[in-house]
T-cell receptor, first 114, second 116 residues
Framework: AQSVTQLGSHVSVSEGALVLLRCNYSSSVPPYLFWYVQYPNQGLQLLLK??????LVKGINGFEAEFKKSETSFHLTKPSAHMSDAAEYFCAVSRSGSARQLTFGSGTQLTVLP | DTGVSQNPRHKITKRGQNVTFRCDPISEHNRLYWYRQTLGQGPEFLTY????????KSRLLSDRFSAERPKGSFSTLEIQRTEQGDSAMYLCASSRRGDDSQETQYFGPGTRLLVL
């Protein structure tokens, strides 16, 4: 069974500062890992995903994440926060070979301060 | 692609009533998923269709819940005898079956249900 833990339900950063959202996972088999973003009253949008290959994954809007197997982590970063990044972010995991059933973390609300 | 659409976007009902939600996936996406998201939580998987076949169901999907995808296109999720605990956002997602490592689920805007 898979599980996801997102440390920090709320994160605040100043505009232009580094964004770091933490995600740790538990999986008995090699996982597929995802980050989704949700804006108010909208569905989830995929930011990036890791399946196989390079462990540093680049996504949309300047976000990237690094898969660290030894730490069972998949933290999301962005060098410089923008006001438009304010949203809720979800980390998710699925079994490798089965991208079907996603297990989500409880989310991190990102606030960007002017 | 026009995206995944869901109707209605909001539904208020009284406890004990039945409700039905509709999801229209991205055209040519043969996989369709339902998730439930409660306040302050991430989405939880409910069920999954490949074409018209319902292949996986979560234990969260009680006997009061039923989902269909009769022609392998749109899907409906019905909740019978609603309870206050059913209040949540119901999300639909679709994907195109292919190489698992390339598959991406695209989410609709959700239907927010409030049971009074």
């Amino acid at each position: 069974a898979q599980s996801v833990t997102q440390l920090g339900s709320h994160v605040s950063v100043s505009e232009g500062a580094l964004v770091l959202l933490r995600c740790n996972y538990s999986s008995s088999v090699p996982p597929y890992l995802f980050w989704y973003v949700q804006y108010p009253n909208q569905g989830l949008q995929l930011l990036l995903k890791y399946t196989t290959g390079a462990t540093l994954v680049k996504g949309i809007n300047g976000f990237e994440a690094e898969f660290k197997k030894s730490e069972t982590s998949f933290h999301l970063t962005k060098p410089s926060a923008h006001m438009s990044d304010a949203a809720e972010y979800f980390c998710a995991v699925s079994r490798s070979g089965s991208a079907r059933q996603l297990t989500f973390g409880s989310g991190t609300q990102l606030t960007v301060l002017p | 692609d026009t995206g995944v659409s869901q109707n209605p976007r909001h539904k208020i009902t009284k406890r004990g009533q039945n409700v039905t939600f509709r999801c229209d996936p991205i055209s040519e996406h043969n996989r369709l998923y339902w998730y439930r998201q409660t306040l302050g939580q991430g989405p939880e998987f409910l069920t999954y269709f490949q074409n018209e076949a319902q292949l996986e169901k979560s234990r969260l999907l009680s006997d009061r819940f039923s989902a269909e995808r009769p022609k392998g296109s749109f899907s409906t999720l019905e909740i019978q005898r609603t309870e206050q605990g059913d209040s949540a956002m119901y999300l639909c997602a679709s994907s195109r079956r292919g190489d698992d490592s390339q598959e991406t689920q695209y989410f609709g805007p959700g239907t927010r249900l409030l049971v009074l």
